[in-house]
């Protein structure tokens, strides 16, 4: 079995160690070395990556049948080779060293303050959240949970790695125990003088590397709080992010930092009257186009009338169609075409065309579908071919004759 040279110490990066096993893993090589500092996935933590005599580490795994640390690699290891030199990439492993650590801190802050437990821990380059046995958290609490954790960090604690006997846990938190103990008893972090926890992980020596942490978003995940947080390099490009942004909002407003929020909210206010406004006046303006159509009709008779527009919304064609029938004896059957076609087919209450069914069978034959009532249904079809559509219409407007 590989020896695990990272449980002792987290730091080391370029190691020289012998090849003790050769195998594959999903048609890749992999090597079982008699030690290593690459760090398999495992407890939520990712896995290393790296250089192995210049290869590729592009996965650290721990075969099931004997715990052996396989690490796969992009390429061939010549077959007369047996000593190694291996270098793990030190960004991301100090990167998983600080939200490790970070995440024992912010998970025991919140004990603290909220009394909830960490059910669930994920680590990946993108996010890294843990998972609170609740359903809600007050926002108070939250923020006096960081606050917490951040004055752990800042008081900078040593952290330090023990083997304990497992009879001996009864101030260690465990989240879960792993499937096989490797190291003659339970592996704990101890963050002097503030928390005790199960962990096979990489850690900081001194809380005060992780530099910060930020919780940046909670949200209800059924009967759990997902709590998102980043600590300090990823904790820095968050802020770099949100400044830029922030500081090229202010000057696009011409305000301080401290006015966008009220800024933002009186354009918000212009914005909704200015719909209003314009959602009206486009009402107005399609009554004002029904009338016209409707005004060229002859008194008392019925009509079918056909039209194909362009780039008009299905909510306009709907109004339109409605303002139409509105005068007995009329039929209204309107398509509009943009980037595909919707339809409107509607009757006045005087006639008995169903117009559910006839849209249907218009739809079918150019590709596209849609329902609705006998007096009014609507749908759309994926074409864009104005003649076709105009087609359909004349077609289903001669089967109503």
């Not at 790296?50 to 290891?77: F, K, M, P, S």
């Not at 993108?126 to 939250?142: K, N, Q, R, Y």
């Not at 990489?202 to 997902?226: M, P, S, Y």
């Amino acid at each position: 079995m590989t020896l695990r040279a990272y449980y002792t110490d987290s730091y080391t990066h370029q190691f020289e160690a012998r090849v003790a096993g050769r195998t594959r893993h999903q048609d890749r090589p992999a090597l079982v070395l008699d030690h290593t500092y690459f760090y398999p996935s495992s407890g939520g933590q990712p896995h290393d990556i790296g250089l192995i005599n210049g290869l590729r580490v592009i996965d650290v795994i721990t075969r099931d049948e004997d715990a052996a640390v396989l690490h796969v690699l992009e390429g061939e290891l010549p077959e007369d080779v047996d000593a190694i030199s291996g270098h793990v990439d030190w960004g991301r492993r100090f990167d998983h060293m600080q939200h490790h650590t970070g995440q024992h801190i912010l998970t025991q802050a919140f004990v603290q303050i909220a009394g909830v437990p960490t059910v669930g821990f994920h680590l990946s380059s993108g996010t890294v959240t843990i998972d609170l046995e609740t359903p809600s958290l007050a926002d108070a609490h939250i923020a006096e949970a960081e606050a917490l954790a951040n004055r752990i960090i800042w008081e900078n604690h040593p952290v330090s790695a023990t083997i304990v006997d497992l009879n001996d846990t009864a101030n260690v938190r465990i989240r879960r125990l792993p499937p096989h103990l490797l190291t003659g008893g339970l592996r704990v972090i101890d963050i002097d003088g503030f928390d005790v926890t199960a962990c096979g992980g990489t850690h900081v020596a001194g809380t005060g590397e992780i530099g910060l942490l930020k919780v940046i978003r909670a949200e209800k995940r059924g009967d759990k709080t997902r709590i998102e947080f980043c600590c300090g390099g990823r904790a820095l490009q968050d802020y770099r992010a949100r400044h830029d942004v922030t500081s090229a909002l202010a000057a696009s407003l011409s305000v301080g930092l401290g006015d966008i929020p009220a800024s933002v909210a009186r354009l918000q206010d212009a914005f909704r009257s200015a719909q209003r406004e314009l959602k009206a006046a486009a009402s107005a303006l399609l009554m004002h186009e029904a009338q016209a159509i409707l005004a060229a009709l002859e008194p008392d008779t019925r009509a079918v009338l056909v039209h194909v527009y362009e780039r008009r919304a299905a909510d306009d064609l709907k109004t339109l169609a409605n303002a139409l029938v509105a005068r007995p004896g009329t039929v209204a059957l309107l398509a509009s075409v943009d980037d595909k076609t919707n339809c409107v087919f509607a009757r006045s209450a005087d006639l008995n065309a169903d117009m559910g069914a006839l849209l249907k069978t218009t739809l079918a034959a150019l590709g596209g579908r849609g329902g609705g009532q006998p007096t009014l249904a609507q749908g759309a079809a994926p074409t864009v071919d104005a003649s076709a559509v105009r087609a359909a219409l004349d077609q289903a407007a001669a089967s109503l004759a």
